[in-house]
C-alpha cells in the first residue's frame, strides 16, 4: 500500500508551503527519513523524509506549486506497484500536469551540467526504462527522450542555438525550454531570439495560462486533449480567480514562496482592527552616545553599534511596564498576556527587492543591550545570508520595524498576526524645536505605534509612547 | 509707495567660471586653501580658470610657481600635509606627466603609509582632451593612469553646474583628486546654465541624463554630448537610451550603472581617451562580473584609436570618437 508524503506543519502561523524542488524522481529508491523533497515557506527551506523506505511512485504537487498542511504531495510505496487512483483509471489531470514539469527539468538539469548531449541521452535512456510502468507516463517519455536527443544532435553539430545571458537566465526563471524559444521569431541579428522577444512571448504564454500552463504547443502535440485544471487536484481548496491575461506592456507573475507568504500574512494582517498613534522623541542623549562610542564599542564588543538595539532595549522595558501591547489575541475572545519580550525585527532582504522577514530577538527582558545588538547582528546577517531557520521566526511577542534606516520620516507599519502591535521607528533628523522659550536644533524622530484596537485603546497606547519616549530622551548608558 | 522685492537674476555660468567661482567659494571658505600652479596668478592661467583670485587672496595664496610640475606637486603634498587644502593647475593635463612620481609614489599612497593618520587634501586639476586641434601635447584625455593607482581619486565633469559641484567636493576632500576639466567645454555658450553657490555634487554619484528602456549609454567629460545627440538619433529610429554620466571615475558608482544595465540589458561605453586600457574597458568588466545574466547583447566601447591625438585636424577627427561612430556602434548594440 503507498504512503503519503503529507505537507506537515512547519509552524504556528504556517498554513501551506511551496514545492521547491524534488530530490528524488519518480521510480528513485528512498530510505526512511531520506529526503525527498525541499518545502520552502517564509523564507525557510525545509528538506521532508520519506515516509516509509520504497520507491517514490508518484509525484503530487509538481515544482512550483503550493501545497496546504496536512496534504499529500507524494506517495511512496513498493517497486512495480500500481497507484489506485490516478494511473489507468482514466484521470489524466494528476500524470499530464507533472509530466511536462518532470521534462522541463531534466532539460534544465542537462543544461546546468554543460556538457548536454551525452548526459541529457541517458537520462532519458534511464527514464525511457521505466516508461513502461502506465500507458500515459510512457508517451510523456517518449517526448522527453525525443527532446532530449534532438538537443545531443544539436550539440554534435557544434550548431547550438546560442542564447544571450538574460534570455538564457530568463528561460530557466520561467521554466521555458530551449525548443519553445526556438519557435519564437526573433528580432534580434540573424533572428537571434532577444529580452524582448522573449517577454513578449511570456505574455502571451502567461495569458494562455488559464488552458496550458507550461508549453502550449507541446501539449498540442500529446495525443490527449490538453487538461482543463491548472493545478493537479490532491487539494479541494477553492480555487482562486485566475488571473487576467497579460495586455501588451504587462507581464503576469506568479507569487510563489517568500513573497506569496508576506502576501498572504499581510492579508491576514488586514483583517486586525488597528490604529496608529505617532510620538516625537528628541534622541540627543542617544545620538551623542553613539557617535561618541561606536567605535569603542565596536572594538569592545565587536559588535557595530547600531540605533536599534537601543529601540529594542527601550521598548521591551515599555512592554514589561503595559503587557497588553505584548499579547495575542484569539478568535474565541481570549488573550494571551506575554510576560517575557521576544522582539521581531523586521530585515529587508537584498536592495529591497527580495521581501522581507521578521525573525525574533528572544528573551529581549533577560539582556543588556550589548547581548541585543550582538544578537541583533546575527540574525540580521542568518537573514541577508538566507540562513534563517523557521525557529527563528517563530514565537515573537511583538514586532519592531526601522524604516528610519532608510530615510522614512513617517508611516503605519502593519501588525504581524498574533502579536498586539508594533513599533515603527522612523528618521532621526536635525530638527528646529521650541526648548525653554528658545529655538534649537535637536536630532528628533517619530516613533509610531501600530496597535490592535480590540486590545488596546488611545490612552493606553499614548502611555506605553510616553514610557518609551521617556526611556529613550533619559538615555544613559550607564544608568 | 509699495516695494518690489525680487531676487537678484541668477545668472548663467559657463564651465570655466563655474569653475573660477567655485575656487573661489573655497577660497573665501577657508582662509588656508591655496592655488599653486604655472602663471595662475598674474596672468589668471593660461585659460582663465584663475583669472582675478591672486588680486583677491594675494600671492602667498595665488601662487605662480617655476615650470616644474614635480616641484609643484610635492610642494602642494607638503602643504596639504600641514593641513592646507590646495588646489594644483596643471597648465595643461598633458603635463601632469612631468608630476607623476610626486603624485602616484607619494600623494596617493600617503594616506595608506600612515596608517590614515597623514593624509594629502590636494586638487589636481587642468584642462583635458581634443577637438580643438591641440596636437599631441594639449590633446590627451589621460585618467586611467591615474584611476589604475589606489589612493587617487578621479572627477571628469561635463557640465558647468556639475564642474562647480565636484570642484567644491573635490577641494573638501581630504584626499588627492585630479580633476579632468574639458578644456573643449570652458566657454561653450550652449551649455550654460545657472548654478546656485551653495551646489554640491558627492564625488561617487554619476547622473542619468536621460531615461530609457533599450539601451544604455555610459560616459562622461566631452563625449558625453555626442551621446545627448545620439541618444536623439536613436530616439527616431525607435531606440530609446537610458545615459548615464559617470562624473567620476574613482570612486565608481557602480550602483547606478547596474541597475540600468540590469534594465536594458545592452549597453554602450564612451571614453575619449585610447582604447587599450582605457576606462571604459574597466566598465564593461565590472559589468560583466556583476551582471552578466542581464546581458541581451555583447557589451561595446567607443575610444579613441591607439594613437597619439594627430594635429591635423582632419585626422584628428577621425582618431577621436564621433557622433557617427557612437551612433553606428549604439545601433549595433541596440540591434543585435
Known sequence: MAEPILMPELGESV???????????????????????????????????????????????????????????????????????????????????TQPNAGGQVASRAEEAGEEGGRASSRAGDDGDEGGRASSRAEGDGEEGGRASSRAEGHGDG????????????????????????????????????????????????????????EPEKAAEVAEPAPEKPTP?????????????????????????????IAEAMTRAHAI?????????????????????????????????????????????????????????????????NHGVNMGVAVALGDGSQGLVVPVIRDCHKKTLVEIARDLETIAEKAR??????????????????????????????????????????????????????????????????????????????MFLKSLRERLERFDFFR | MSTTISAPPVEKKNYLTALRDAIRF????????????????????????????????????????????????????????????????MQFIDFISCGFDQIVNNAATMAYRTAAKASVPIVIRGPSGGYGGGGPYHSQQNEAWFAHSP????VCPSTPRDAYGLMVSSLRDPNPVIFYEVKDLYRKREIEEEIPDDTVIPLGSASIV????????????????????????????????????????????????????????????????SKTCGFAGEVIARINENCFEYLDAPPLRVTRADTPVPWVQPLELAVLPSVEQVYETALKVARF
Request: net charge negative.
Open chain 1, 233 to 261: 487536484p490532491p487539494a479541494e481548496a477553492p480555487k482562486p480567480k485566475p488571473s487576467p491575461a497579460a495586455a501588451e506592456g504587462q507581464e503576469v507573475i506568479k507569487l510563489t514562496g517568500l513573497r506569496r507568504a
Open chain 1, 159 to 214: 550548431e547550438k542555438r546560442w542564447f544571450s545571458p538574460v534570455v538564457r537566465a530568463m528561460m530557466k526563471e520561467h521554466d521555458v525550454s530551449e525548443r519553445e524559444v526556438s519557435d519564437i521569431r526573433g528580432s534580434g541579428e540573424g533572428g537571434r531570439v532577444t529580452k524582448k522577444d522573449l517577454e513578449a512571448y511570456l505574455e502571451t504564454r502567461t495569458g494562455a495560462a488559464a488552458t496550458a500552463k507550461r
Open chain 2, 151 to 154: 589612493g587617487l581619486k578621479v
Open chain 1, 15 to 97: 498554513h501551506e508551503g511551496t514545492v521547491s524542488r524534488w530530490l528524488k524522481q519518480v521510480g528513485d529508491r528512498v530510505e526512511e527519513d531520506e529526503p525527498v523533497v525541499e518545502i520552502m515557506t517564509d523564507k525557510v527551506n525545509t528538506e521532508l523524509g520519506a515516509p516509509a523506505a520504497g520507491v517514490l511512485l508518484k509525484i503530487l504537487v509538481p515544482e512550483g506549486e503550493n501545497v496546504e498542511v496536512f496534504k499529500p504531495l507524494g506517495l511512496i510505496g513498493e517497486e512495480g506497484e500500481v497507484v489506485e487512483e490516478g494511473n489507468g483509471s482514466g484521470k489524466p489531470a494528476p500524470t499530464t500536469e
Open chain 1, 385 to 462: 545570508s538566507g540562513s534563517l531557520e523557521l525557529a527563528d521566526m517563530q514565537g515573537g511577542t511583538f514586532s519592531l520595524t526601522n524604516p528610519g534606516s532608510y530615510g522614512a520620516l513617517f508611516g503605519t507599519p502593519m501588525i504581524p498576526p498574533g502579536q498586539a502591535g508594533i513599533l515603527g521607528t522612523y528618521a532621526i533628523k536635525q530638527t528646529p524645536v521650541a526648548e525653554n522659550g528658545m529655538i534649537a536644533v535637536r536630532p528628533m524622530m517619530y516613533l509610531v505605534l501600530s496597535y490592535d484596537h480590540r486590545l488596546v485603546d488611545g490612552m493606553l497606547a499614548g
Open chain 1, 273 to 337: 482592527p488597528s490604529v496608529s498613534t505617532v510620538a516625537e522623541v528628541n534622541v540627543s542623549r542617544l545620538v551623542e552616545f553613539r557617535n561618541a562610542n561606536k567605535d569603542s564599542f565596536q572594538e569592545m564588543y565587536g559588535v557595530r553599534l547600531t540605533y536599534t538595539p537601543f529601540f529594542i532595549k527601550a521598548a521591551t522595558e515599555a512592554l514589561l511596564e503595559y503587557p497588553m501591547l505584548n499579547s495575542s489575541f484569539h478568535e474565541d475572545y481570549t488573550v494571551t498576556v
Open chain 2, 210 to 273: 536621460r531615461p530609457g528602456t533599450d539601451l544604455t549609454i555610459i560616459s562622461y567629460g566631452n563625449p558625453m554630448h555626442m551621446c545627448i545627440k545620439v541618444a536623439g538619433m536613436l530616439a527616431d529610429d525607435g531606440v530609446d537610451a537610458e545615459l548615464i554620466d559617470l562624473r567620476t571615475l574613482v570612486p565608481l558608482d557602480e550602483e547606478t550603472i547596474y541597475r540600468s544595465v540590469k534594465k536594458t540589458g545592452r549597453v554602450l561605453v564612451v571614453n575619449e581617451a
Open chain 2, 26 to 89: 573655497e577660497m573665501l571658505r577657508n582662509p588656508e586653501m591655496v592655488c599653486i600652479g604655472e602663471d595662475i596668478g598674474l596672468l589668471g592661467g593660461a585659460f582663465g580658470v584663475t583669472e582675478g583670485l591672486q588680486e583677491e587672496f594675494g600671492a602667498d595664496r595665488v601662487i605662480d610657481a617655476p615650470i616644474s610640475e614635480a616641484a609643484i606637486v610635492g610642494a602642494a603634498i607638503g602643504m596639504g600635509l600641514r593641513g592646507r587644502p590646495v588646489m594644483v593647475e
